[in-house]
């Protein structure tokens, strides 16, 4: 069988291993931009902040191991539906040429997204690539300040690595909060007081209105900077489908629940597919690279023959900005209240672990629950450890579980780092109060 796969990121890697799990004979080609193989896109703030080496995020699969033929630098320019075949172009010398398949994953990520903001895209970059990052380090010497439109994980974190780089920074953000999308307003307080005390300045519901040389115009006032980064999120890749006239939802790819598209023998997978949430039932953009590589997975074993069903996701993520770890699950209040629900919630700050142990640190959780059925749809942390307490809430989710019932789940106890009664179950006591 010959599988076709354009794009390699995290959607077409899970799919390449569970091809190669379940029909080790497949003959693959894969066809992609990079120079290189895998690039860990989470983690450019970090190589720019000096965690990580910029050189670790450019990752080789071993592809001559795994009798994997993959064209580097190459674009997939159209697919002939008719004959079965992918045609592309080389971006070293602009030659054009073709690849049969009996199955074909579309696996083309996503692309930074530019505001319809006048002279955004001319005066800013983004940080969607290595290349970014290098880009940026030629810009950093001279650079003394930085403006960074957008308030989600990639601008979060950016502006605390160009901070910790010595720089001035500001973040600019449409919305009345940080992370709009994942947390709630009284969350995402705790975190806007940690970054202003870094030194970072915070501008909400501040809508950019132009985008100058070295100006960001705000519509009351403006922002001189030295360099402007755009990080007002992605949207899915979509030019090759759109020629190819596949169906589309406004969210991506449509796709069944096996990963099929509305073509025969097509498949999609990953940040240029829809997603499923799992609490609403309904269409979204996911956007993070748990749900591609869930996707890809179950796209790979469905080439491969295997009846495998994707079920939806319930966009559990996590960020680190400095010392500070924030995570959610679920639904925020405002997508609950969107999708009908009657909210209950609970929240709770507490330390970490006993204060005759040592040094304490704070951790703040608010769950969300629905207040006719009890069972949780969404939860929110911040502090030491606040993914932790997010792994456990998104299993409970999973399960259909209520908040008498996550409430009655032991937790493991040390003093060195937990508390005999944790902050998640004090918020999920502080939730059952309001409806009993």
């Known amino acids: 069988m010959k599988i076709v796969i354009a794009g390699l990121g ?20 894969i066809i992609d931009k990079k120079k290189f193989d895998l690039q860990h896109s989470c983690g450019l703030p970090y190589a720019l902040e000096k965690k990580v080496g910029l050189e670790r995020l450019e990752h080789s699969i071993n592809s001559e191991g795994m009798n994997v033929k993959i064209l580097h630098e ?42 319809a903001v006048p002279g955004l895209m001319e005066n800013s970059t983004a940080i969607s690539t290595t290349g970014d990052i290098r880009a940026l380090e030629e810009c950093l010497a001279k650079a003394r300040k930085a403006v960074i439109i957008g308030a989600g994980a990639v601008g979060l974190e950016t502006a605390y690595a160009l901070k910790k780089r010595g720089l001035s920074v500001a973040i600019v953000e449409a919305l009345s909060c940080l992370f709009p999308r994942a947390i709630d307003s009284d969350i995402s307080s705790q975190l806007e007081e940690y970054i202003k005390a870094q030194g970072i300045g915070v501008f909400l519901n501040s809508k950019v209105d132009k985008v100058e040389k070295g100006k960001v115009l705000l519509q009351k006032g403006q922002i001189n900077t030295d360099i402007i980064i755009a990080a007002a999120g992605v949207r899915p890749g979509i030019k090759l489908v759109q020629d190819a006239g596949l169906k589309l939802s406004k969210f991506g790819i449509a796709v069944d629940k096996h990963m099929r598209t509305s073509a025969k023998d097509i498949y999609a997978a990953g940040d240029c597919t829809e997603a499923t949430n799992i609490i609403t039932k309904k269409k979204f953009e996911s956007q993070l690279a748990t749900t591609a590589y869930r996707q890809g997975t179950i ?16 966009s559990c993520f996590a960020s680190v900005i400095g010392e500070k770890e924030i995570a959610s699950v679920g639904l925020n209040s405002h997508y609950a209240e969107e999708a009908g629900f009657k909210l209950v919630t609970g929240k709770s700050i507490a330390a970490d672990r006993p204060e005759w142990f040592g040094k304490q640190e704070k951790v703040m959780v608010k769950i969300l629950a629905d207040k006719k059925t009890r069972k949780i749809i969404g939860c929110q942390a911040i502090g030491k450890n606040a993914s932790k307490r997010i792994d456990i809430v998104s299993t409970s989710i999973r399960a259909g579980m209520t908040l008498q019932q996550l409430g009655n789940v032991e937790f493991s106890y040390c003093p060195a780092v937990s508390q005999p009664y944790d902050v998640l179950h004090q918020a999920v006591d502080f939730a059952l109060r309001k409806i009993k």
Not at 306 to 314: A, L
């Open 10 to 29: 995290t959607a077409a890697f899970a799919a390449l291993l569970a091809v190669k799990k379940n029909s080790s004979n497949a003959e693959i080609t």
């Open 74 to 115: 190459c674009e997939a320019l159209n697919i002939n539906k008719k004959d079965k075949k992918l045609e592309y172009r080389s971006l070293k010398d602009g030659s054009k040429s073709s690849a049969e398949y009996d199955k074909l994953l579309l696996a083309a990520g996503s692309e930074p997204f530019f505001p």
């Open 299 to 314: 796209a790979g074993e469905n080439i491969t023959g295997k009846r495998s069903e994707y079920d939806g996701s319930i």
